[in-house]
């Protein structure tokens, strides 16, 4: 019966507490930094906060139900997720592979820290991740990329790093595992940042590891447990909180994100529209595929950065913000991180206004 439910009701579902008679119904945040011991030091469940945390426990619960994981480990950042994965799986003398048109601060680190330990370190976008991967160890695909919004061929991709006996690290942040589910169609980890959609509201930094071979889970687990990248306790019940409004909040901002992008692509100052729910994107065929959902980014080139600044100043809705997936629309111009694309590339992250309403305030903004 689970499979058949809607986003909505496997949100709701995923976080959900067993039904006991006088206890609450909503999760309750446990901030404890120690616990009591037994008394004949037998090993407890939670000892010290560092290692364990009942909190922890319940949202790690409903993000691997949502991924279709045998288990996830949450951490204090997407960028701890990730970089705790490539500490496990990346060794002196490997080859990894990592996305050269993807989130930049994972170029950074692998290029500042790993390459320097003697792991080879290889970019490749996503037309040419698939035969990067050939003689790689590690291959670490983002799909959709951010922030250019290529969808790379996961089913292939997957086959690819199997023939060459490599591990896939799919970093399943754009789309959520509302509107993906990597590990169904090969990946061995996805790693993502609930800073975005999962969590939605912009007040909190987490991430995740999801997966289900359990002795990769647990190398993780034991990293995360000597390098110390933790959650708080707070942090993990807000997003646990959250969790449960996910999939009503990520349906209006793909609903409103497509709306923007037939839009967009039809206004004579917009330059280029990317969003792969478009029928004439390079990568719908690919999307439709693999994606259920098409996410709550669009992709867009306006002439230049002084256009972009415009259209937000004009606007009554839109937000000029980094980050993405909260209730806000924002708009991001993506060469002031140093990402290499056009001074007027910007990226827009849908938020759950009334489409009609957002619609009309950024056609206004745009003819000025």
Known sequence: MGGVYGDS??????????????????????????FHLSPDESEPLDSYGRSSNPT?????????????????????SGM??????????????ATLVVPADGYYQVRRYAAEYLAPQGITVVEADVAGMCAAA????????????????????LHRLAMTCRAESATLVVDNTTAT??????????????VASATKALSGHSDLVAGYVAG????????????????????????????????????LRFERQCQNAAALAVMLRNHPAVRSVRYPGLPDDPSYELA??????????????????????ALVQRSALLIASTSFGGIHTSVDRRARWGDPVPDGFARISAGIEDTDDLLADVGQALEG
């Open 9 to 34: 009701t496997r949100s709701v579902k995923a976080v959900g507490l067993e039904s006991v008679p006088g206890h609450p119904v909503a999760p309750v945040p446990v901030p404890a930094s120690a």
């Open 288 to 309: 439709v595929g693999q994606m259920k959902r098409f996410g709550g980014l669009v992709s867009i080139e306006l002439a230049d950065a002084a256009a972009v600044h």
């Open 177 to 190: 595992p509302l509107g993906q589910q990597p590990l169904s169609l090969g990946a061995d980890l996805v």
């Open 56 to 76: 922890w426990r319940q949202l790690e619960k409903a993000l691997a139900e949502l991924e279709g994981a045998a288990a996830a480990l949450t951490f204090g």
């Open 134 to 153: 050939a003689g790689a160890d590690v291959v670490l695909a983002e799909t959709p990329a951010n922030p250019g919004l290529d969808v790379v061929d």
């Open 80 to 93: 701890a997720a990730i970089t705790s994965v490539l500490r496990v799986l990346a060794r002196p003398g």
């Open 212 to 247: 289900s071979q359990p002795e990769l889970m647990a190398a993780v687990e034991r990293d995360r447990l000597l390098a110390g990248p933790i959650l708080g306790a707070f942090e993990a019940w807000l997003v646990l909180r959250s969790l449960g409004s996910a999939g």
